[in-house]
């Protein structure tokens, strides 16, 4: 394959990669949440799809049904600089400043937040070091160039060779062996440990991002539908996030002080005596 730049050296914008109508369905409510906090950004989509209407700048046909079209809608991408999310992505704030990083870096993700799990401790062809683990790929911001292209390139290759059921360990690997230079993002930009909202207070940065495999479920398991935030979390969890949003200074926000769930009602009765996450560096 011949890798091309893209022809603006300063073009930005999102992508998503779909196959089949219930994700992309999913990957249109996610973009238009998303157009909501990045305005006039562009949002690109990569379908299997015919023509659909939606929040999308610019709709790209995907061809050969493969299973993890992430791969090919990066190489493809007509930015130079691209933020690509998956589907199941619940947009809460602004993450355009990973951007910013890859004037720097060539690729950013965060690390996959369940690492002594089955599928984030196998490995692929070569056992690797536990300090690099899993990155986890449901966003991923990436430059546009042919060390890069060529990376996912591999990653598919890889996938396809061995009949690969997930596309994590590939990717852990053909970084490792690699030599692109990678931001890891923290965990608000690629939120999936939900438990980790119960302690959220107005010291941590808030979500950006939050990544649920809940919200395919809804139709891979029938589950009940998932419509608003509430939802997905539960009222309080979700009233908590809006709460870390506004408080949020990197957000442009008030500052104002936000407890941890943790320390609200009955919760806090009991952490007394049981002296939970108390010390010096709790508030």
């Not at 683990?133 to 890069?148: D, F």
């Not at 320390?263 to 009765?269: N, Q």
Request: net charge neutral.
């Amino acid at each position: 394959m011949d890798f091309t730049p893209s022809s603006d050296p300063d073009s930005r914008g999102y992508v998503f990669a779909t196959t089949g109508p219930d994700y992309t369905a999913l990957a249109t409510r996610s973009a238009t949440m998303l157009r909501g906090i990045v305005g006039d950004t562009p949002i690109d989509l990569f379908t299997d799809q015919p023509s659909l209407e939606g929040p999308f700048d610019a709709v790209h046909s995907l061809g050969d049904g493969f299973f993890r079209p992430k791969f090919d809608a990066l190489i493809r991408s007509r930015f130079a600089r691209t933020i690509y999310l998956d589907a199941d992505i619940w947009p809460v704030a602004d993450p355009s400043d990973i951007f910013d990083l890859l004037d720097r870096f060539d690729v950013a993700m965060a690390h996959d937040p369940y690492r002594a799990t089955e599928h984030a401790t196998t490995t692929w062809r070569q056992n690797l070091p536990t300090a690099f683990p899993q990155y986890n790929s449901g966003v991923i911001g990436a430059r546009q160039t042919p060390a890069t292209q060529a990376t996912w390139q591999a990653v598919i290759d890889g996938i396809l060779a061995d009949a690969v059921p997930r596309d994590q360990g590939v990717l852990r690997e053909v970084l490792w062996t690699g030599n692109l230079r990678i931001a890891t993002l923290p965990e608000e930009y690629n939120l999936m440990g939900l438990r980790a909202l119960n302690t959220l207070s107005s010291d941590c940065a808030a979500p950006r991002l939050i990544h649920s495999p809940r919200l395919h479920a809804t139709f891979r398991k029938r589950k009940a539908p998932i419509d608003t935030l509430s939802d997905l979390l539960g009222r309080t969890a979700a009233e908590q996030v809006a709460r870390l949003v506004a408080s949020d200074p990197t957000l442009g926000g008030d500052g104002a002080r936000v407890r941890p769930l943790i320390r609200r009602g009955i919760m806090e009765i009991l952490s007394r005596p049981l002296g939970l996450v108390r010390g010096r560096f709790q508030r």
